[in-house]
């Protein structure tokens, strides 16, 4: 009961994406299990501290997640009046390294939408993919979850629902919109009601699953020769890598991902450092030594405004 009152916090209150419930109340779940817990008003810092010693096994990225499952369904027994502190404000999350994606070269965008035999329905369809997750820097759930009346080809944009139920307008471009329109006029009947305005659909006529994604993007680099940890995310990465390498704000690339942070952006876009070279070089009042010219046309400048006075 508790934990399916936490389900519905998370999905109602917090307005939390499915997987992301998913993995918060399985992570509780696994707690309560492992520590045999009664009442929640037993658990102190202590208790978490063993918990996650016992969990060495976990990566720290995956034990920061663990933590931040925990501090949320505490958090959530203090507004329901359950406990009045919450034990894992006692614990150190574990320090994090700067987490870099593996990013493609332009190049290599190319040879894995070239590899894909465009001669079946499905081919169109995983080609159609690719050039909107590189296309609009979609998240992989955005992308399964696409839907036929989010598309305006017309306007230059599609819709997104992304996390938390936030609404964005993304750009597409016409080589994605062009690659949509041609699966969309092979693409298979709908199985029924609930499939009939999803854009991606499997051979059975409903939705394209995450894994399924996952799997055709690692097979495409396979034949591509592309020999990198890739995934959907890789393409989202690559998306914003190549627009700021390119002279794209920052904070419209933001916008375009839907990051609520500045800060998370800036991990997605680690552009070399020739590129901000010729950022400052371009724009720093302080470029270069002024010329002879200038320097007297600046003297004159102030031996005028000095008669002036």
Known sequence: ??????????????????????????????????????????????VIL??????????????ARLLSSLRSFFGWCIVEGMIADNPCDMVDSPKLGRY??????????????????LSTWNGLRDRAILEVLYGCGLR????????????????????????????????????????????LARRPEPADAASEDILFLNRFGRSL?????????????????VRKEISPHTFRHSFATHLVERGADLRMVQQMLGHESLSTTEIYTHVDS??????????????????????MASCHSEHAEESLQ
């Open 140 to 183: 992989v759930s955005e992308a399964v979850e696409l839907k036929i009346s989010c598309l305006y080809f017309d306007e230059g944009f599609v819709r997104i629902i992304g996390k938390g139920n936030k609404e964005r307008l993304v750009p597409v471009g016409e080589v994605a919109a062009e690659a949509v329109n041609e699966y």
């Open 100 to 117: 870099l994606p593996d990013v493609l070269s332009v190049e290599e965008v190319i040879s894995i939408i070239d590899s894909v035999d």
């Open 209 to 225: 699953s995450r894994q399924s994604m996952f799997k055709m993007i690692k097979t495409q680099a396979l034949i591509a020769d």
């Open 274 to 295: 020739t590129t901000w070279q010729q950022v400052v070089l371009k724009h720093h009042p302080r470029r270069s030594r002024p010329c002879h010219s200038e320097q």
């Open 1 to 46: 009961m508790l934990l399916k009152d936490y389900r519905n916090y998370l999905k109602i209150e917090r307005a939390m994406s499915p997987n992301t419930v998913a993995s918060y109340c399985c992570d509780v779940e696994k707690f309560l299990d492992a520590l045999e817990v009664k009442d929640v008003r037993e658990v102190k810092p202590e």
């Open 50 to 63: 063993d918990y996650l010693s016992s969990c060495q096994d976990l990566s720290k990225r995956s034990q």
